[in-house]
């Protein structure tokens, strides 16, 4: 299984404001994923992250509000921008392996928004 | 699209055995996982089912029916530490060649004393 860090773990922000969120691997991966789960709701995909190439966002999220960076293999950003409270959520870090590509998540990271 | 349902929360006591189910509708079925969250942490990987039937692992079991659109994960011998959101994702085939999972909105497990 793959070993997966983010920072911040926490933060507090303010509304208009941006933050950056990192994730990094202990291995090369091709797809690293970036998650959010809003105050008991399910995880939702924001969108995929491939080395080389632009990010593949899912439906209701854009590039312009979460733009994504994948410079190599075992590392990649996720900014959220222009938070409202809304955007207020964990946000994690995935990539898939194991015997049945599931998924593993990083610690997330937790966003409040004021 | 996926529509996956699966209860909001459930109780049981220390000792005994509960089952979790989850149903979910969609096209391009390509297995279903189960992953264990404890409050404040990442959810963590519990089982996996592409077939129909059941898979065990220790006290943990899962079981699929293809044709139903349905699951369960069956926990035995419960234990404090197993208190925590169970959730249920279906993972489909969507246009080219790729995979797309979807997770339900969580069981909230409480086992009491």
């Known amino acids: 299984s793959a070993v997966i860090s983010q920072k911040p773990s926490r933060d507090i922000c303010q509304r208009g404001t941006s933050l950056t969120i990192q994730c990094q691997v202990d291995s090369q991966v091709t797809m690293m994923f970036w998650y959010r789960q809003q105050p008991g709701q399910s995880l939702t995909l924001i969108a995929t992250?491939?080395?080389?190439?632009?990010?593949?966002?899912e439906s209701g999220f854009v590039i312009d509000k979460f733009p994504i960076s994948r410079p190599n293999l075992t590392f990649s950003t996720l900014t959220v921008s222009n938070m409202s409270p809304e955007d207020s959520s964990i946000y994690l870090c995935?990539?898939?392996?194991?015997?049945?590509?599931?998924?593993?998540f990083g610690p997330g990271t937790r966003l409040t928004v004021l | 699209g996926q529509n996956i349902d699966q209860p909001t929360e459930m109780t049981a006591t220390e000792g005994a055995i509960v089952q979790i189910n989850c149903t979910y509708q969609t096209s391009g079925f390509n297995g279903l996982f189960w992953y264990q969250q404890h409050a404040g942490e990442a959810p963590t990987f519990l089982s996996y089912?592409?077939?129909?039937g059941l898979e065990e692992k220790g006290r943990f079991s899962s079981f699929l029916s293809r044709s139903k659109g349905y699951s369960y994960l069956l926990l035995k011998e419960l234990q404090m530490k197993d208190s925590a959101s169970y959730l249920c994702a279906v993972r489909e085939r969507s246009g080219a060649g790729s995979y797309q999972l979807t997770f339900g909105k969580g069981t909230k497990l409480s086992v009491i004393p």
């Open positions: 089912n592409v077939l129909d």
């Open positions: 995935s990539v898939m392996g194991g015997d049945y590509n599931e998924q593993f």
């Open positions: 992250a491939n080395q080389g190439s632009e990010a593949t966002y």
